[in-house]
């Protein structure tokens, strides 16, 4: 399918998929029409584009989720690497939660604090 039609079914822009392609991470065939070639986006590309999304909702990064595709595809990646790599995510994501509570706690406490200052005023 052209790039215009992955884009509508997948509802991702046809910008994101040609930077997708360019990095590496969406495999594309090129379709020779003429002195021009178009990219021809087989079925696959729809759940590339899926997995994608669901990867960076997951908070691995474009660069990440490459290596990961160039792995998997090489065969270097085991359902064991795979559990390894999404554990050490989760370990990530909930220090980041940690130290977001840290800020929200902070912010929080600066309210407290500023809250009287709005009564000496009026």
């Not at 997995?51 to 990064?61: C, D, M, V, W, Y």
């Not at 795979?82 to 990530?92: E, F, H, N, Q």
Request: with cysteine; charged share 30%.
């Amino acid at each position: 399918m052209l790039i215009h039609q992955l884009s509508e079914k997948s509802g991702v822009s046809i910008d994101t998929i040609r930077y997708y392609t360019k990095i590496g991470i969406l495999p594309v065939t090129q379709r020779p029409a003429g002195s021009r070639s178009y990219s021809d986006y087989d079925e696959s590309a729809l759940e590339y584009l899926t997995e994608i999304r669901l990867a960076k909702s997951a908070g691995f990064t474009l660069m990440e989720i490459k290596q990961y595709i160039k792995e998997w595809n090489d065969g270097q990646i085991t359902p064991d690497t795979a559990i390894d790599i999404l554990r050490k995510k989760i370990a990530m994501v909930r220090k980041k939660k940690s130290e977001l509570d840290a800020i929200e706690a902070i912010l929080k406490s600066k309210i407290t604090q500023l809250r009287p200052q709005l009564h000496c005023r009026n």
